[in-house]
C-alpha cells in the first residue's frame, strides 16, 4: 500500500549559479496520495538570499565538522554571556584551525595557531574556573590542566611535521599522529565548555506548551544499526574497499537547543518504534524513516491519537527557541540557527509543507551537498527542525538504500535525562 511519507525537501542536482532559480522552482517531495502532493516545499529566492549570514561558516569555509558545531550549541552565550566565554571560543576556533592546517600540511601556521591556543588558554583559566558550577569544579579543573599537556604534545608533533619532507611515508605518519593528538585537544576543548552549562540547565518552554510531550533536558547519545533488507541485490557496504554487513551510525542530539523534538525522538527510540522499520527514502539528498503508515496516521499513536510536535527552531543567543512558526514566518531572517545543516548526517523532523506543527515520528537525515544547500544560504535552515548529528559512521550515510532495515536504534547516553510525558 501507499504511504503517506511526509515532506523533507526534493531535490536534483544543479550548481551553485542556479540556486537561486531552484529556490522558487524545484519540486518538492510528493505525499503519496494526500492533499498536499505537489506542494511547494520552498521560500522564495529572496528569502534564501537575506539569510545568508545564517552560518557557522567563516567567510567561504563551511563548518562541516559535527563535534565542533555541537560545542558551538553549547548554551554557554545564553546562559553566562557572550563576553564571559568569548576566549574559549577563541581558544575552540584557534584549536581546529591547526587540525584544519595538519591536513594541509601548513605546519608553520598550526605551530603559531596552537602556541596562540595554549596562551590564551593559559590567560583566561582563573576567569573560566570561576564560571565553572561548584559540583563541576574539580573535573573542569582537570581537564584544563590535561588539555595544557595534550597542547604541548600536539606542538611538539606539529614541529615534527615542519622538520619532515613532505609526500613521503613519513609525512602522512606525523600528520596522522597530529590529527589524533588534535582530537584530543577538541575532545578537552569540548568538555571544559560543557563544565560551564550550568547545573540542572534545562531550555525554557512556553507557557502553552503541551505537558503530554516528552522533553530532553540537555544531551543524548543513539546508536543505530542498519542493513540490507533480506533477499537485497544491492552490495554490501564498501568503506576503503571492506566489506561490512552492516552499517553502524552514533548520533548525538541536543535537548538544550531543541528539548521537544530531541525528546519525542529520544522516547520513541526508548519505546522501539523505529527498530526493524525501513528507509522510506535514501535519494542522495535525504534519508527518512519513520512513516508508521496511513492506518496509523504516519506516526506515532498514542491514545487513539497521532502525537504531534511543534515546529522547534533553535536560535543562537536564545534561550527559548522558536515555535509553530518558521523564521521567515517569525520575521527573523538572517539570524544563526543553533543546529543548521550543513553537516552530513543532520537529523530533523519532517513535517507537512504548510502545517508547521504537523510533525510526529518521520525523522531525516540530511546529506550536505555545497552546491545545492550552501552553509547559511540554504532553504532548510529554520524552516525544519534540526536536532542533532550523526559523529561517527558518516561514510556509511550515501551508500545507505531505500527499504535497508534499522536492525536496531539504542540509546547509550542520556536517557536519564529524558523527562517523560505527563499522561493527558
Given amino acids: 500500500s501507499v504511504q503517506r511519507t511526509l515532506a523533507a525537501p526534493r531535490v536534483s542536482t544543479v550548481t551553485a549559479p542556479a540556486l537561486a532559480v531552484c529556490a522558487a522552482l524545484l519540486g518538492p517531495p510528493r505525499l503519496a496520495g494526500g492533499p498536499l502532493a505537489g506542494a511547494s516545499l520552498v521560500a522564495g529566492p529572496e528569502a534564501a538570499a537575506a539569510r545568508g549570514q545564517s552560518s557557522y561558516a ?24 557572550e563576553k564571559k566565554v568569548e576566549r574559549l571560543r577563541t581558544a575552540q576556533r584557534l584549536v581546529e584551525e591547526v587540525g584544519g592546517n595538519i591536513k594541509v600540511r601548513l605546519w608553520d601556521k598550526a605551530y603559531g595557531e596552537v602556541n596562540d591556543a595554549g596562551e590564551v588558554l593559559k590567560q583566561s583559566k582563573k576567569a573560566l574556573l570561576e564560571l565553572v558550577p561548584g559540583p563541576k569544579r574539580t573535573a573542569a579543573e582537570g581537564y584544563m590542566t590535561a588539555l595544557d599537556g595534550e597542547l604541548i604534545n600536539l606542538k611538539r608533533l606539529v614541529v615534527k611535521g615542519q622538520d619532515t619532507e613532505r609526500a613521503t611515508v613519513k609525512d602522512k605518519e606525523v600528520a596522522d599522529a597530529a590529527t589524533a593528538q588534535f582530537l584530543k585537544c577538541q575532545d578537552l576543548i569540548g568538555k571544559v565548555e560543557e563544565s560551564l552549562v550550568p547545573v540542572g540547565y534545562s531550555a525554557p518552554l512556553p507557557k502553552w506548551m503541551p505537558k503530554n510531550l516528552p522533553r530532553l533536558d540537555g544531551r543524548a547519545t543513539i546508536e543505530m544499526t542498519l542493513k540490507r533488507p533480506e533477499g537485497s541485490q544491492e552490495k554490501k557496504y564498501d568503506i576503503d574497499n571492506t566489506i561490512y554487513e552492516e552499517a553502524k551510525l552514533r548520533i548525538v542530539l541536543d535537548g538544550w537547543s531543541m528539548p521537544i523534538t530531541a525528546g519525542n525522538f529520544v522516547d520513541l527510540v526508548d519505546k522501539g518504534y523505529y527498530t526493524n522499520g525501513p528507509l522510506q527514502r535514501a535519494d542522495g539528498f535525504i534519508i527518512q524513516f519513520g512513516d508508521s503508515g496511513d492506518a496509523n496516521g504516519n506516526g506515532y499513536k498514542e491514545n487513539g491519537k497521532v502525537r504531534t ?116
Avoid: C, H, W
Fill in 58 to 81: 567563516s567567510g567561504s569555509k563551511v563548518n562541516k565538522d559535527p563535534i565542533s558545531l555541537l560545542q558551538l550549541a553549547l548554551p554557554l552565550e545564553e546562559t553566562l554571556g
Fill in 309 to 424: 510536535i511543534p515546529l522547534e527552531v533553535a536560535l543562537k543567543g536564545q534561550k527559548e527557541a522558536l515555535y509553530s512558526e518558521t523564521l521567515d514566518e517569525a520575521g527573523r531572517i538572517g539570524e544563526q540557527v543553533r543546529i543548521p545543516f550543513q553537516v552530513d548526517g543532520t537529523l530533523a523532523l519532517a513535517r507537512a509543507e504548510f502545517e508547521n506543527d504537523s510533525a510526529s515520528a518521520q525523522i531525516f537525515m540530511f546529506l550536505f551537498e555545497s552546491d545545492m544547500t550552501p552553509a547559511g544560504k540554504n532553504l532548510l535552515d529554520g524552516r525544519y527542525a534540526s536536532f542533532g548529528y550523526t559523529i561517527e559512521g558518516g561514510e556509511f550515510l550515501r551508500q545507505l538504500k531505500e527499504r535497508d532495515i534499522i536492525v536496531s536504534a539504542k540509546i547509550v547516553d542520556g536517557l536519564d535525562r529524558l523527562v517523560r510525558p505527563v499522561p493527558a
